[in-house]
């Protein structure tokens, strides 16, 4: 219950392409879903984040859309780039200090 | 200013010896967190420290693995006799006070096990 399931395991899109990487959970008590990008040899950053009383919310280019019935989330990247090439987790809180991350999903952007 | 630091960034080692990877958090930062991250694997949680104690422990897979936080800064997480299965990026992050505040992450140390 306390996984998040998140998918595809990999992508790849063309340059100017929908990047659409999708999340489910379980635990209802869950109230914070933040998205982190990471490249190569850093550590994963901040892209986005959402709570539920909201369907989506959107920042340049990134999107998260939220499901609260179906208990999935979505990370929209509009117009995809090269420079978006990075790995992206999906993750989940409970309330607290607690991230459960998805498996992560490898994007590449073909120029 | 400074983002989170982890030294060494690179560590090899060989079976059954004993290795020490730290971690220096944001400045100011009193939550700080360890993962794993495994080929191909999410971020698995191993503790969580507010100050210097750690209330959440469980994530740490096995008595061989401690960590310490002095200081209410830097911390250390030690893994005694390694394994093979031990070889990940160990990553810290660090949060202005936990509670689902965003959580900055280190660049992580590569650890591989021989």
């Known amino acids: 219950q306390q996984q998040v399931k998140q998918s595809p395991q990999s992508l790849i899109v063309q340059k100017g392409g929908i990047s659409i990487i999708n999340c489910a959970y379980e635990n209802t008590a869950f109230d914070y879903f933040p998205w982190y990008q990471q490249f190569p040899g850093k550590g994963p950053a901040l892209l986005i984040a959402i709570r539920p009383d909201v369907s989506e919310k959107k920042e340049g280019r990134f999107t998260i859309s939220f499901n609260k019935s179906a208990k999935q989330f979505s990370l929209h990247i509009m117009d995809s780039q090269p420079g978006d090439s990075a790995t992206y987790f999906c993750?989940?809180?409970?309330?607290?200090?607690?991230?459960?991350f998805g498996t992560g999903t490898r994007l590449k952007v073909l120029a | 200013g400074a983002g989170v630091s982890q030294s060494p960034s690179n560590k090899v080692t060989e079976k059954g010896k004993d290795v020490e990877l730290r971690c220096d958090p944001i400045s100011g930062h009193t939550a700080l967190y360890w993962y794993r991250q495994s080929l191909g694997q999410g971020l698995e949680f191993l503790i969580y420290f507010q100050g210097n104690s750690a209330p959440d422990k469980s994530g740490l897979p096995s008595d061989r693995f401690s960590a310490e936080r002095t200081g209410g800064s830097v911390s250390t997480l030690t893994i005694q006799r390694t394994q093979q299965e031990d070889s990940a990026v160990y990553l810290c992050a660090s949060s202005l006070s936990g509670d689902q505040e965003t959580q900055y992450f280190g660049p992580g140390t590569r650890l591989l096990v021989l």
């Open positions: 993750a989940a809180s409970p309330g607290t200090y607690k991230y459960i």
